[in-house]
């Protein structure tokens, strides 16, 4: 039988590769600089609007449920509001946002819980935020990252679809690649790069039509130079050797450094320079 291996060999095992770190590094710099303004598109003024509003935004627009949640919260302002709601009243308030039945039953029992084990109040920890009726881990990290200011990586499906089409990802499963995008970026960049990519997938990187042409990272994305058959961009070497330009998606000559010519061209401009001074001669 062999060995073990010791725990810091199967860490440095585990970690992404070191290109992968900076190409989504990079990624996530070129977003900041596109989206500067990106946040969480809900409206909302404590831990349990923003909760509330996560819960009712499932299968809907964020903008639709900005169109009721005014409403709602003036009529339910605490939990135990939603804890003692008539059902049917409030289904009939949150009806526009889709499956009001079940969204109802979840604000109820959320209303219920919160009451019974938080004293009425949104726990601050992700641990307790996902027992609540309703509540999963996407819906945590929204109000942890947003409410609290505690980072965290919320996968919705642009998130998702925007890491596995930039590499970081091939998971299907919002916690793997939830893990997978922890382990490229640093921590205190988490709520903000998952605002970033939802802005960039709902404005750019669409699911069935992505405007590459108009995207500030198309050269950090395996997709989009699959797409057009664009050959994939090296990785910068510690020599920046490697950092070439690629007109590959747009048609214009991407950031970067000017392409080294090969041995071999170099090789054919050495040898015409030689005949020609032959012939001078």
């Not at 084990?117 to 009726?133: A, K, N, Q, S």
């Not at 409410?147 to 919320?154: D, E, Q, R, S």
């Not at 664009?230 to 070439?244: M, R, T």
Request: with cysteine; proline share 10%; hydrophobic share 35%.
């Amino acid at each position: 039988m062999s060995p073990a291996r010791p725990p810091e060999a199967a860490a440095a095992a585990s970690r992404p590769p070191v290109a992968l770190v900076r190409r989504a590094r990079r990624v996530n710099r070129a977003l900041a600089v596109r989206w500067p303004d990106a946040r969480c598109e809900l409206d909302f003024r404590s831990p349990l609007e923003l909760l509330v509003a996560t819960v009712l935004s499932a299968q809907t627009t964020d903008v639709r449920v900005n169109q009721v949640t005014p409403a709602l919260f003036a009529r339910y302002p605490d939990a135990a509001g939603y804890a003692g709601a008539d059902p049917a009243e409030l289904e009939d308030l949150i009806r526009p946002t889709g499956f009001f039945r079940a969204k109802a039953r979840s604000l109820q029992g959320l209303g219920r819980a919160l009451v019974e084990r938080f004293d009425g109040e949104v726990p601050p920890r992700l641990e307790d935020l996902v027992t609540l009726p309703g509540v999963g881990r996407k819906t945590a990290n929204v109000v942890l990252g947003d409410a609290f200011g505690v980072p965290g990586i919320t996968v919705d499906t642009h998130v998702g679809r925007l890491a596995r089409r930039l590499g970081w990802t091939t998971e299907e499963d919002p916690v793997k690649v939830e893990q997978d995008i922890a382990a490229l970026i640093p921590r205190p960049e988490w709520t903000l790069l998952s605002h970033r990519l939802i802005f960039h997938g709902r404005r750019t990187c669409h699911a069935r039509k992505p405007d590459c042409a108009t995207c500030p990272i198309t050269r950090d994305c395996p997709s989009a130079l699959v797409r057009v058959g664009a050959p994939p961009i090296p990785e910068p070497s510690s020599s920046g050797q490697g950092d070439v330009p690629i007109r590959a998606v747009t048609g214009h000559r991407l950031p970067g450094r000017r392409p080294q010519p090969s041995s071999a061209s170099q090789s054919r401009s050495s040898a015409v320079t030689r005949a020609g001074s032959s012939s001078g001669r």
